[in-house]
Antibody, heavy 124, light 108 residues
Framework: QVQLVQSGAEVRKPGASVKISCKTSGYTASGHYIHWVRQAPGQGLEWMGWINPDSGGRNYVQKFQGRITITRDTSINTLYLELSRLNSDDTAVYFC?????????????????WGQGTLVTVSS | SYDLTQPPSVSVSPRQTARITCSGTSLAKKNVYWYQQKPGQAPVLVIYKVTERPSGIPERFSGSRSGTNVTLTVSGVQAEDEAEYYCQSADSSGTYVLFGGGTKLTVL
């Protein structure tokens, strides 16, 4: 079965960086984009960007440009989100989510499987 | 701020019908997706492409569109349907994902 398993909770000080992982299994990893979505405490969902696990191509929300890096390690079917220059507004649960559309097929971005979420706390 | 507008809350009694709306200037032509999120859990896709229901989602969940308004309908609401519901679409270029602000469905 399809699974996305994320790394554990992290605590960082303001100005630091964090890198969280999302290990996929149960499907052909190259076949679906992986997106990152975050949710601040008590708030809604905020899309951050995607990566094409096959080509490594990626797209980020303008808001995070310069601070965000999404990468992949195809040998272990794992995707990574790194966010730098953290501040208190970055305190959130970060989710990876699989795009429902097979790579190369025309269609919208939407999400059929999600990781369990990783809490990142930024505090001095 | 969000480009997709949802009511903050909807309340219904058990076995009644709940309707949650999502409005946006581009929604007349774009696909819309709905997710259910319970506290402490990841979102779950309940409706895709405005009206389609993924396998495993109960038939009481349905979707519809009228102009720039899209509606998630939960017929015969059950206590287990109490959750936050988010609509999702894309910006005008189709490049970026947009989420609505979320609607808390309370079962009285």
């Amino acid at each position: 079965q399809v699974q996305l398993v994320q790394s554990g909770a992290e605590v960082r000080k303001p100005g630091a960086s964090v890198k969280i992982s999302c290990k996929t299994s149960g499907y052909t990893a190259s076949g679906h984009y992986i997106h990152w979505v975050r949710q601040a405490p008590g708030q809604g969902l905020e899309w951050m960007g995607w990566i094409n696990p096959d080509s490594g191509g990626r797209n980020y929300v303008q808001k995070f440009q310069g601070r965000i890096t999404i990468t992949r390690d195809t040998s272990i079917n794992t995707l990574y989100l790194e966010l730098s220059r953290l501040n208190s507004d970055d305190t959130a649960v970060y989710f990876c989510a699989r795009d429902a559309i097979v790579t190369g097929t025309l269609g919208d971005y939407y999400f059929d499987y999600w990781g369990q979420g990783t809490l990142v706390t930024v505090s001095s | 701020s969000y480009d997709l507008t949802q009511p903050p809350s909807v309340s219904v009694s058990p076995r009644q019908t709940a309707r949650i709306t999502c409005s946006g200037t581009s929604l007349a032509k774009k696909n819309v997706y709905w997710y259910q999120q319970k506290p402490g859990q990841a979102p779950v896709l309940v409706i895709y492409k405005v009206t389609e229901r993924p396998s495993g989602i109960p038939e009481r969940f349905s979707g519809s569109r009228s102009g720039t308004n899209v509606t998630l309908t939960v017929s015969g609401v059950q206590a287990e349907d109490e959750a936050e519901y988010y609509c999702q679409s894309a910006d005008s270029s189709g490049t970026y994902v947009l989420f609505g602000g979320g609607t808390k469905l309370t079962v009285l």
